[in-house]
């Protein structure tokens, strides 16, 4: 704007997270946990009538859904926590200002880290053999039957020092690093907020750009890997060279729009009162522009691995195109996450109000947790997948817990980092 | 279209000032045809009150005659004119026409953005701009009122009111 007035907000204001907000989340936990329990019951008795039993390939059991749908809440939600820290991280290494009343926002997502951390790892101690082929000891075993080349070559990726099929020591061991380094860093760029709010000056700011750097490089190689690890693996003969960029699309989208929530959550309650049409826009802007982005990456995995042909890499697509139960959800998913968000958020008008957005960034959630399902169960679950009450009930139930665990630490300190030195910028911003 | 020859100029030193000059000035009910600046004023089309571009509207029309277009041709050329089996795929194969339809659409967009641009902001190659004040490409912001568009108002009450307004100068200009 052209007059540069004094600006009067309020900066020590904390976010209550009073009762009543408490009482819906619970509600919605409670929800999906009845949903999630009439799921399991549904697959308990219903779930022997399949012909897995006859010829030596394993029956299915109902508890596999139960893991493979734990699996995609563990994957999406530790990707909306680990993007609220790495948006974090960008602001500082691109040297934002527009985004400095926001930062507590994006950094909260991270303390769903460690508790998504020990799920996974608990997770893949329970349900190792029932989610990833590549875990059983027989692929590597040359004398038996079912010995597996392909896999044996991808062997040391796993199991790497130990022999292969024993303990998967370098695929533990990369869960953990990671986990641990991204609760590091979230922990770090904690503390230096903190500390800049009691001593105030540049030079926490100065600060946190290096170790945004730092945290940056690693989240890199990190991201990459931990979707190979976590999600490509899965379909262990398989592999798509994007693959890792397109799971960080996916998350970069599915955190872009948590926090766009979030935003437009407390503004709605009368916090954030700097927070104006123009930081609104400008997360829309991000929303549309990454949801674009995911596509590009869709179709440029789709579209090579169509026109070559080549069975191996089709099979991919053969499992999810041809299949009664997933072939319509890749068509939702790319409704949901391309064409709705490309349409909708096509205007100046609908980036910059509420409505539009919150709509908009609740169906991109719904969306991109259908593309994870979409790439875990088909690889875990084959023709006994599909999205019930089980799926959907656990989806709230991840939810809402890390909704819970999101607002309670948003709770505990001032939403605004009230001595950042970019927050008069970000007072003024006007596109 | 007949233009108008007769001005009156106001030069300004500061942008700040400028800003809320054009405020003020408008406020008094002189129209102002036209600021000129040796650089992008943040705020300064909000203050002349400029409603937003139509541009995207052209973008996206433009936009959507690539997509027809391109979707038209590659469907024409590989599905009836000369019918090709690609990859083993059917002959109207939708996904291999995706990148081709979506530079189209890119290419078209941007050359009708741009033509449209240059038709309504008449910078035609042979059009003969007007300079009103070479300063305007230096150190100076200047601002140009219309004297056929302000016939309501007598000539020293303008020159008074730029001046009121934090005008460095007033001048008069007029072209052939």
């Given at each position: 704007m052209?007059?540069?007035?004094?600006h009067?907000?309020?900066?020590?204001?904390r976010f209550?997270?009073?009762?009543s907000?408490?009482?819906?989340i619970l509600?919605?936990?409670?929800f999906?946990a009845?949903?999630?329990g009439i799921?399991?019951v549904?697959?308990?008795?219903?779930?022997n009538?399949e012909e897995?039993?006859e010829?030596?390939?394993?029956?299915f059991?109902?508890?596999?859904r139960l893991?493979?749908?734990i699996w995609v809440?563990?994957?999406?939600?530790?990707?909306?926590?680990?993007?609220?820290?790495?948006?974090?991280?960008?602001?500082?290494?691109?040297?934002?200002?527009?985004?400095a009343?926001?930062?507590?926002?994006?950094l909260?997502?991270?303390?769903?880290l460690?508790?998504?951390?020990v799920?996974?790892l608990?997770?893949?101690?329970v349900?190792n053999?029932?989610?990833?082929?590549?875990t059983h000891?027989y692929l590597?075993?040359?004398?038996?039957p079912q010995?597996?080349k392909?896999?044996?070559?991808?062997?040391?990726?796993?199991?790497?020092?130990?022999?292969?099929?024993?303990?998967?020591v370098?695929?533990?061991a990369?869960?953990?690093?990671?986990?641990?380094?991204?609760?590091?860093?979230?922990?770090?760029?904690k503390?230096?907020?903190?500390?800049?709010?009691?001593?105030?000056?540049?030079?926490?700011w100065?600060k946190?750009?290096?170790?945004?750097?730092?945290?940056?490089?690693?989240?890199?190689?990190?991201?990459?890997?931990?979707?190979?690890d976590?999600?490509?693996?899965?379909?262990?003969?398989?592999?798509?060279t994007?693959?890792?960029w397109?799971v960080?699309?996916?998350?970069?989208v599915?955190?872009l729009?948590?926090?766009?929530?979030?935003?437009?959550?407390?503004k709605g309650?009368g916090?954030?009162?700097?927070?104006n049409?123009?930081?609104?826009h400008d997360?829309?802007?991000?929303v549309?522009?990454?949801?674009?982005?995911?596509?590009?990456?869709?179709f440029s995995q789709?579209?090579?691995?169509?026109?070559?042909n080549?069975?191996?890499?089709?099979?991919?697509?053969?499992?999810?195109?041809e299949?009664?139960i997933?072939g319509?959800?890749?068509f939702?998913n790319?409704g949901?996450?391309?064409f709705?968000?490309?349409?909708?958020l096509?205007?100046?008008?609908?980036k910059?109000?509420?409505?539009?957005?919150?709509l908009?960034?609740?169906?991109?959630?719904?969306?991109?947790w259908?593309?994870?399902?979409l790439m875990?169960?088909?690889?875990?679950l084959?023709?006994?997948?599909?999205?019930?009450?089980m799926?959907l009930?656990?989806?709230?139930?991840?939810?809402?817990s890390?909704?819970?665990?999101?607002?309670?630490?948003?709770?505990?300190?001032?939403?605004?980092?009230k001595?950042?030195?970019l927050?008069?910028e970000?007072?003024?911003?006007?596109? | 279209?007949?233009?108008?020859?007769?001005?009156i100029?106001?030069?300004?030193?500061?942008e700040?000032?400028l800003?809320?000059?054009?405020e003020?000035?408008?406020?008094?009910?002189?129209k102002?045809?036209?600021?000129y600046s040796p650089y992008?004023?943040?705020?300064?089309?909000?203050?002349?009150?400029y409603?937003?571009?139509?541009?995207?509207?052209?973008?996206f029309?433009?936009g959507?005659?690539?997509?027809?277009?391109?979707?038209t041709?590659?469907?024409?050329m590989m599905?009836?004119d000369?019918p090709?089996?690609?990859?083993?795929?059917d002959?109207?194969?939708f996904?291999?026409?995706v990148p081709v339809s979506?530079?189209?659409?890119?290419?078209?967009?941007?050359?009708?953005?741009?033509?449209?641009?240059?038709?309504?902001?008449?910078l035609?190659?042979?059009?003969?701009?007007?300079i009103?004040?070479l300063?305007s490409?230096?150190?100076?912001?200047?601002?140009?009122?219309?004297?056929?568009?302000?016939?309501?108002?007598?000539?020293d009450k303008?020159?008074?009111?730029?001046?009121?307004s934090?005008?460095t100068?007033?001048?008069?200009?007029?072209?052939?």
């Open positions: 052209a007059h540069h007035g004094e009067h907000y309020n900066l020590d204001q209550d997270f009073t009762a907000i408490k009482k819906s509600t919605v936990l409670v999906g009845i949903l999630l799921g399991v549904l697959a308990i008795t219903g779930g009538h897995g039993a010829a030596g390939t394993h029956a059991h109902w508890y596999e893991y493979a749908s809440n563990n994957v999406f939600f530790t990707g909306i926590a680990i993007i609220g820290v790495f948006f974090f991280a960008i602001q500082f290494a691109a040297q934002a200002g527009w985004s009343p926001i930062l507590r926002v994006m909260s997502l991270g303390s769903w460690p508790i998504a951390g799920l996974m608990a997770t893949f101690f349900a053999h029932d989610l990833f082929h590549w000891s590597f075993d040359k004398n038996d010995y597996d392909i896999i044996d070559g991808k062997g040391a990726f796993f199991f790497w020092p130990m022999d292969k099929g024993t303990f998967p370098f695929y533990i990369r869960m953990v690093i990671f986990f641990g380094f991204w609760v590091f860093f979230f922990n770090k760029f503390q230096i907020s903190a500390q800049e709010d009691q001593l105030g000056g540049s030079s926490h100065y946190m750009r290096s170790w945004s750097a730092f945290f940056l490089i690693f989240f890199a190689v990190s991201s990459s890997i931990s979707a190979w976590w999600v490509m693996s899965i379909d262990t003969h398989w592999f798509s994007l693959f890792g397109y960080f699309a996916s998350w970069f599915s955190g729009s948590a926090i766009t929530l979030i935003v437009l959550f407390l309650k916090y954030l009162e700097m927070v049409e123009n930081h609104v997360l829309g802007k991000f549309f522009g990454f949801s674009i982005f995911w596509t590009y990456l869709w789709f579209l090579l691995i169509y026109y070559a080549i069975p191996e890499e089709t099979v991919y697509f053969v499992e999810r195109l299949s009664d997933y319509p959800f890749v939702v790319l949901l996450n391309f709705l968000p490309f349409l909708v096509m205007t100046r008008d609908a910059r109000h509420g409505v539009f957005l919150k908009v960034c609740t169906f991109l959630l719904v969306g991109h259908i593309d994870f399902t875990v169960q088909p690889g875990t084959g023709h006994n997948g599909g999205i019930g009450f799926e009930g656990m989806f709230l139930v991840y939810g809402s890390a909704i819970f665990v999101v607002l309670g630490a948003l709770a505990k300190r001032n939403l605004i980092a001595n950042h030195p927050l008069e970000s007072y003024n911003h006007h596109i | 279209m007949e233009r108008d020859t007769h001005f100029l106001g030069v300004y030193d500061d700040d000032v800003l809320h000059a054009v003020q000035v408008r406020g008094s009910g002189v102002i045809h036209e600021v992008p004023v943040h705020g300064l089309e909000h203050v002349l009150g409603k937003r571009s139509k541009l995207p509207i052209a973008a029309l433009f959507m005659l690539g997509l027809t277009l391109a979707l041709m590659q469907f024409y599905k009836f000369w090709m089996i690609i990859g083993g795929k002959y109207g194969a996904p291999d026409f979506f530079e189209m659409t890119v290419l078209l967009s941007a050359f009708g953005m741009v033509g449209v641009f240059l038709i309504t902001s008449n035609k190659p042979w059009a003969q701009p007007r009103f004040d300063r490409t230096d150190d100076k912001h200047i601002m140009a009122i219309d004297l056929a568009n302000n016939s309501s108002l007598d000539l303008i020159k008074e009111i730029l001046t009121e934090g005008a100068e007033v001048n008069k200009k007029s072209f052939e």
